[in-house]
Each structure stands twice: as structure tokens, then as C-alpha cells.
């Protein structure tokens, strides 16, 4: 038996999932949406930029 990989993590909206349709039924409502606050504020901090077959992740320059 082999277990499915995680192969990406989002966060969707509503309409996000309306546009996936019903066969996209394995995602995990956010309650509380002030939990993920520090974490985009993180992620915000840095660009990707494709790179070969994967991407390459850099800082931001300070603008």
C-alpha cells in the first residue's frame, strides 16, 4: 500500500473551491483566519523565480 504525497498546500476561497469542483473535496476549513497571519507575512518576504524543473527562492530586495 503506498500513501498519497503532499504535493502542495494552499489557501483558497470559496470561490477557489467552486472553481475546483466537486471532485476537490480534500481540503481543511480555517476557523480562524488571524492563525496564518505570521506565516504570510513570511511568505510575503520572498520570490520565486522558476528555475530549471524546480524554482529557485530568494529574499525580496528591499524596494
Known amino acids: 500500500m503506498t500513501k498519497d504525497r503532499?504535493?502542495?498546500?494552499?489557501?483558497?476561497?470559496?470561490?477557489?473551491?467552486?472553481?475546483?469542483?466537486?471532485?476537490?473535496?480534500?481540503?481543511?476549513?480555517?476557523?480562524?483566519e488571524d492563525v496564518f497571519t505570521e506565516l504570510i507575512s513570511q511568505l510575503d518576504k520572498i520570490e520565486a523565480t522558476p528555475f530549471g524543473k524546480g524554482v529557485s527562492i530568494q529574499r525580496k530586495s528591499p524596494v
Not at 12 to 32: C, I, K, M, N, Q
Request: charged fraction near 25%.
Open 6 to 32: 503532499i504535493v502542495a498546500v494552499g489557501f483558497l476561497t470559496s470561490a477557489d473551491l467552486r472553481l475546483l469542483g466537486e471532485r476537490f473535496d480534500r481540503y481543511f476549513p480555517v476557523e480562524h
